[in-house]
């Protein structure tokens, strides 16, 4: 499998992806993902099996320490040399789930960040994957503001 970034003909691909993962509610639209993808394709890690998108990993760069629901639907709060690499989505198809597929893809985009000189990542997520990215050294900070698709999520921040 081989990991890249994304270009604007990945579209179709990635809305299959983030609509099989998350429930309509949480997911990004086709639109939304374009409006990312114009602004800052090589914050999205994809990782391909044979030429076939099977997982992604995708989020903008701000000076913002805390991911804030308005950063998922505009692009504009990316600031290419911010101090925080934002993680909107580890998405990974059903059926190539449990292989490592979005462990991979963690560590690249926290490597990448890292290279970059960033301060570190921050994401939300629900409670059963707290565990999951404290191993990758993300600190749970607590109950996140966002009510972003009306779940309930936690903020996870990895500083360098």
């Not at 994304?6 to 299959?16: E, I, K």
């Not at 990312?36 to 999205?44: D, G, I, Q, S, T």
């Not at 970059?116 to 921050?122: L, P």
Request: glycine content about 8%.
């Amino acid at each position: 499998m081989e990991i890249r970034t994304a270009t604007a003909s990945d579209l179709a691909a990635l809305a299959a992806v983030e609509a099989a993962c998350f429930p309509p509610a949480e997911a990004a639209t086709e639109a939304e993902l374009a409006a990312r993808l114009a602004v800052y394709p090589n914050h999205f890690w994809l990782l391909e099996n044979q030429g076939t998108l099977v997982s992604f990993v995708d989020g903008l760069v701000s000076d913002e320490p805390i991911l804030r629901d308005e950063m998922f639907a505009d692009p504009s709060f990316h600031r290419e040399g911010g101090a925080w690499q934002m993680i909107f989505g580890v998405n990974t198809l059903p059926q190539y789930r449990r292989q490592g597929c979005a462990g991979r893809l963690l560590r690249r985009a926290i490597a990448d960040a890292r290279q970059q000189g960033r301060k570190g990542c921050v994401l939300t997520c629900k409670e059963a994957l707290v565990h999951y990215y404290a191993g990758f050294g993300f600190a749970n900070e607590g109950l996140s503001a966002s009510v972003h698709g009306g779940a309930v999520w936690y903020d996870m921040r990895l500083t360098f």
